[in-house]
C-alpha cells in the first residue's frame, strides 16, 4: 500500500506540471514545493545527481559535490583498471588471482577463499561485480598492482585523469576507512566511463547471479530485474557511508544515471534512485516536446543550495600511501555537464558547420595562425593534461574542444597527444607554472578534468 502511494505521489507530480505547462517558464516558480516522504533528501548523509549518460549533463543535482564514503561502489574503479589490464592484452581472463594472507583476512562480503587458492580473472570480476567480495578486490589489487596500497594510488591517478577531481582512494573494496572518499558527481563520472570505456565488459554489472565452485550468489542490486531498463551498476553500505547505489537504466533509446548515495535503509535507497529515473525519463520526454523542466521541479523540490559538508572523520583500517588529494570546495552549478568527449557522436560536428566564412576569410584566418604559430616561443616546460581516452582520435577531439572553448588560456599551448598503458593522453605544453595552474583552473571551474604535470 505504501509503495503505491509513493508510485501515484510522483505520478500526480508528473500530471500537475503537465497541467500547468503553458506557464512553464515563469509558473513554475510559484508552484509550492512538497517533499515526498519516501525521499531520504533531509538525511544527514544523503547526496544524489541524475545525468544523461550520452551527452554528460547534470539533470539533477543534490550535495553532488559534497564529499561522501563510496563503500562498496569502490568496486566500479577497481573493476575499471582490470578491464583496462585486459583491453591492453597485460590480464587475461583466464589468468589465475591467488589469495595473498591479506586478502583471505578481509571482513565480509568476502569469497572466503583461504590463502593459497585461486580462481581465474574472469571468475574474478564476476566476484566483484556480482558478490562484491573484498578478498578478491584485494587480491586483483595485488596483482595489477604489486600491492593494494600501490594499486589504490593508481586508482586515484586514474580517477584524477577521469575528472573525478573530488576522490580518493586508499583501498580496493570500499571497507571503512575515513580517507576513502567520493561524491555522487564524481561516481557519475566514473559510471559514465566504464560503459563508454569498456561496453565490451559493461553486461558484467547487468548478470544478477553467478555460481562459484556449485554456490550460487545473487547481486545485491535489487533494481535489476524489478525496474524495467535497470542493468547496472553497483551498490555499497558501511555504517558511517549510509546505502549508497550508482544506478543505469535505457528507456526509448535513452540512458541515464543516477547516483545515490547516504540513504538510510535499501528500500529507501531504492525507492529514491527508480523514483529519480523514472522522473528523468519524463523530464528528457517533456523536454523533447519543448518544455523546459528540470528533475526538481518535477519533484517539487528545491534545488540545494547552501556550503559543502565534509563527512565525519571516523577510525580508519586503511594502508598509508602517502597520497595526497585536495577535495574541492566549490558548490556545482545547477546544470552542468562534464565535457568529456563522447565516443557516439561528434561533439564539434555542429559547431563547425554553423556558420562557413568566405573562402578568402578562410585563407586569411590560416595564415594569421601560421604567423601566431611562427612567432610563438615555448613560455614554459610545464604540461596541461586534459583528459586520458581509449583512442587517439578521442584525445585529439578534447585538444580541440578545449582549444575552442578555453583560447584565452590554451591558444598559445602546444597540444598533442601520447600513449602509456594503452591509453592516449591529451596534452598541452609550452606553460609556466603559473599559467599552467591558471589554465588547469579554467577547466576545473567548468567540472573538466584536467592535470597540471611538472616538467623533467
Known amino acids: ?57 547534470v539533470l539533477y543535482a543534490k550535495r553532488a559535490d559534497s564529499p561522501r564514503y563510496p563503500a562498496s561502489i ?15 592484452g597485460r590480464l587475461r581472463p583466464d589468468e589465475t588471482v591467488m589469495i595473498s594472507p591479506r586478502a583471505a583476512a578481509q571482513a565480509p562480503t568476502k569469497l572466503g577463499l583461504s ?5 581465474t580473472v574472469n571468475e574474478a570480476m ?13 587480491a586483483l589489487a595485488e596483482k595489477l598492482g604489486g600491492s593494494e596500497a600501490r594499486f589504490a594510488a593508481m586508482m586515484t591517478l586514474r580517477a584524477q585523469e577521469l575528472g573525478m577531481a573530488n576522490t580518493r582512494f586508499v583501498n580496493a573494496s570500499g571497507l571503512p ?3 576513502q572518499v567520493s561524491t555522487a558527481r564524481d561516481i557519475g563520472i566514473l559510471s559514465r566511463a566504464v560503459m563508454r570505456d569498456y561496453p565490451q565488459y559493461y553486461r558484467l554489472f547487468s548478470q544478477q547471479s553467478f555460481t562459484f565452485r556449485g554456490t550460487s550468489m545473487n547481486n545485491h542490486n535489487g533494481l535489476l530485474g524489478a525496474m524495467p531498463g535497470v542493468d547496472g551498476l553497483k551498490t555499497g553500505y558501511t555504517n558511517a557511508s549510509g546505502y549508497n547505489i550508482a544506478i543505469s537504466a535505457v528507456r526509448d533509446n535513452r540512458r541515464l544515471i543516477a547516483v ?33 523542466i528540470t528533475i526538481a521541479q518535477n519533484l517539487f523540490e528545491p534545488e540545494p543550495v547552501g556550503p559543502i559538508e565534509r563527512p565525519s572523520v571516523e577510525q580508519g583500517d586503511g594502508e598509508q600511501d602517502g597520497l595526497k588529494i585536495v577535495l574541492a570546495s566549490a558548490p556545482p552549478p545547477r546544470v552542468s555537464s562534464y565535457d568529456f568527449v563522447d565516443p557516439t557522436r561528434n561533439m564539434l560536428r555542429g559547431s563547425q558547420s554553423a556558420d562557413k ?10 595564415d594569421k ?22 583512442s587517439k582520435s578521442l584525445a585529439k577531439e578534447q585538444l580541440s574542444l578545449v582549444e575552442k572553448r578555453f583560447g584565452k588560456h590554451f591558444g598559445k599551448a602546444d597540444g598533442d597527444t601520447d600513449s602509456i598503458g594503452g591509453t592516449y593522453r591529451a596534452r598541452f605544453s609550452g606553460f609556466t607554472e603559473a599559467s599552467a595552474k591558471d589554465a588547469c583552473g579554467a577547466l576545473k571551474a567548468k567540472k573538466m578534468a584536467c592535470m597540471v604535470v611538472k616538467p623533467g
Do not use: C, H
Not at 76 to 84: N, R, S
Not at 357 to 365: F, I, L, Q
Open 1 to 57: 500500500m505504501f509503495e503505491r502511494a509513493r508510485r501515484l505521489f510522483v505520478a500526480l507530480g508528473a500530471a500537475a506540471l503537465t497541467a500547468v505547462s503553458p506557464l512553464a517558464t515563469s509558473a513554475q516558480a510559484q508552484i509550492p514545493y512538497l517533499t515526498m516522504p519516501t525521499l531520504p533528501t533531509t538525511a544527514p548523509k544523503y547526496a544524489a545527481i541524475v545525468v544523461d549518460a550520452r551527452t554528460g549533463e
Open 74 to 88: 569502490t568496486k566500479i574503479m577497481t573493476l575499471y583498471l582490470t578491464f583496462e589490464a585486459l583491453s591492453s
Open 115 to 119: 590463502a593459497g587458492e585461486s580462481l
Open 126 to 138: 564476476q566476484a566483484l561485480a556480482i558478490k562484491s567480495a573484498n578478498d578478491i578486490a584485494v
Open 177 to 179: 576507512d575515513s580517507r
Open 260 to 292: 545515490v548515495l547516504g540513504a538510510p535503509s535499501t528500500a529507501k535507497r531504492n525507492n529514491n534512485a527508480e523514483d529519480l529515473l523514472l522522473t528523468g525519463f519524463d523530464v528528457m520526454n517533456r523536454r523533447a516536446r519543448g518544455e523546459k
Open 357 to 366: 566564412p568566405k573562402a578568402d576569410a578562410k585563407t586569411s584566418d590560416k
Open 369 to 390: 595562425k601560421k604567423a601566431e604559430k611562427e612567432d610563438r616561443k615555448p613560455a614554459g616546460k610545464w604540461v596541461v593534461q586534459v583528459g586520458a581516452f581509449k
